[in-house]
């Protein structure tokens, strides 16, 4: 039999490679970029979303506010969409009888729970390129951390062959499913990599930073206790009441999700589109706080897939003020257009570009050997 202790998993005291992942690393899994969501959800395509009441409320909220031409494919941009809820509710306006200020907060919500919608279409699987990006970071260089600014699970549950004899993924945030509380007993029990972890003798397991600086798919949040659940695999939402749902196991029964310490609707902990971010909420925070602190004292910084954004003015800002001009930058993108390259060259002229796509670099021993040497 084997012998099982309790041990700290250690961080060494600087990081070799952070990587950020943008959408264009999820996309080759098929999860939509943000340009495509908008279109998906008031096309009328998905009859999920066109049938549900959350769908033609918002679809009637965009066309009365809103000119698109879906046979040219010319929609409006989902920032200028949330800049515009956004400003009502900044400045605690109605745009009109119809639309009073508590209901522009409603449709905001339900426009959130429609892109969590759209985007968990395409999460249900494994990724074949982010379980190759697993075993490139195995073979050659556990630590590592990661930021990401998706809000698809596809990374984690790529991650599951590592799971427990090589590492385990630490999201950086304390869940309800660390505590084994009674009010606990019907969920799915998490282990805390920042705790001691039950080690098998002669095993040697390492801890994952996974930040999610944007929120995810799978975290549910409660706005009375101010705490954050965990569901692994529930990640269903009835698009008619706006509801979590969740399954028992085996018997597959649906239900739906509360928080169990007092009962509160869960909402959505993701963060949209748009130029008027809000990051003063508490997970977002001590997330950016998280992610800042893995870039300051990584020796590398490797973009995958993300464009740095215009509206991502909050990232630009993080990456500028912990970015010294010695640190070194690679950018794997495709797209080789001198605006993105002007994008990273603002943060630091030590930038290095490599024009392929996230699905031929993980398949590039050449390449992985190049970054992670």
């Not at 590592?144 to 062959?161: K, M, V, W």
């Amino acid at each position: 039999m084997n012998n099982t202790a309790e041990k700290f998993l250690r961080y060494l005291p600087s990081r070799d490679i952070v990587f950020i992942f943008g959408a264009g690393a999820s996309h080759a899994d098929g999860v939509p970029l943000q340009k495509d969501m908008l279109p998906m959800i008031i096309s009328g395509n998905i009859k999920e979303i066109e049938s549900s009441a959350i769908g033609k409320i918002v679809t009637e909220f965009i066309k009365e506010n809103f000119e698109f031409n879906p046979l040219t494919n010319q929609y409006p941009q989902l920032e200028a969409v949330f800049g515009f809820i956004d400003y009502f509710i900044q400045q605690n306006e109605s745009l009109s009888a119809k639309y009073t200020n508590d209901i522009i907060r409603d449709i905001k919500e339900y426009l959130i729970k429609l892109i969590h919608y759209v985007v968990n279409l395409r999460t249900d699987k494994q990724s074949h390129y982010y379980h190759l990006f697993w075993k490139a970071v195995q073979k050659r260089s556990s630590n590592i951390s990661i930021i990401t600014l998706n809000y698809d699970t596809l990374l984690e549950q790529a991650f599951d062959f590592l799971f427990k004899n090589h590492g385990y993924i630490d999201y950086c945030i304390q869940f309800m499913n660390y505590e084994r509380s009674p009010e606990m007993q019907d969920y799915n029990f998490w282990v805390n990599p920042r705790e001691p972890v039950s080690i098998i003798e002669n095993e040697n397991p390492i801890p994952y930073k996974i930040i999610k600086v944007h929120g995810s798919l799978n975290w549910k949040y409660c706005n009375c206790c101010n705490q954050t659940l965990l569901t692994p695999w529930d990640r269903k939402i009835d698009l008619n009441h706006g509801k979590f749902l969740g399954y028992t196991y085996p018997d597959n029964q649906e239900y739906e999700f509360h928080c169990p310490i007092d009962g509160t609707e869960f909402q959505t902990l993701i963060m949209p589109p748009t130029y008027l971010k809000t990051i003063h909420q508490q997970i977002i925070s001590q997330l950016l706080a998280e992610a800042s602190r893995e870039i300051r004292i990584a020796k590398k910084i490797v973009f995958i897939g993300y464009s740095l954004s215009s509206s991502d003015v909050h990232i630009k800002a993080l990456l500028k003020k912990q970015i010294n001009p010695d640190k070194e930058i690679i950018v794997i993108n495709p797209k080789q257009k001198e605006s993105l390259e002007l994008n990273y060259k603002s943060l630091n002229k030590n930038v290095k570009f490599i024009y392929t796509n996230f699905e031929e670099f993980v398949n590039n021993e050449q390449e992985l050997d190049s970054i992670f040497f």
